[in-house]
Nanobody
Framework: QVQLVESGGGLVQAGGSLRLSCAAP????????MGWYRQAPGKQRELVAS???????TYLEFVKGRFTISRDNAQKKVYLQMTTLKPEDTAVYYC???????WGQGTQVAVSS
């Protein structure tokens, strides 16, 4: 099973920014849709943003205008640029290959008010 390795999380103040990275060294990375999910304490995991193989991005309504998903097919990485962070964004963030039931370890994002 090819690993998914998320990084870039941390503790920031409300209004701050973070950039999450996910390494997905799959041979088929360039043709796979990728997603960023998050799971807050006591809540279900939810899809935050996804990016198709062709680059089309979709977002959870709550993060539209604040988060940007992107991908680098040569590096086999997907990114999530998060700006204007809110305490409600506090969660463990995971990347995932759409359609593949495998999760990485995630990266913790904590936003203080």
């Amino acid at each position: 099973q090819v690993q998914l390795v998320e990084s870039g999380g941390g503790l920031v103040q409300a209004g701050g920014s973070l950039r999450l990275s996910c390494a997905a060294p799959r041979s088929d990375f360039s043709i796979r849709d990728m997603g960023w999910y998050r799971q807050a304490p006591g809540k279900q995991r939810e899809l935050v943003a996804s990016i198709a193989s062709g680059g089309t991005a979709t977002y959870l309504e709550f993060v539209k205008g604040r988060f940007t998903i992107s991908r680098d097919n040569a590096q086999k990485k997907v990114y999530l640029q998060m700006t204007t962070l809110k305490p409600e964004d506090t969660a463990v963030y995971y990347c995932k290959v759409v359609g593949i039931p495998y999760w990485g370890q995630g990266t913790q994002v904590a936003v203080s008010s």
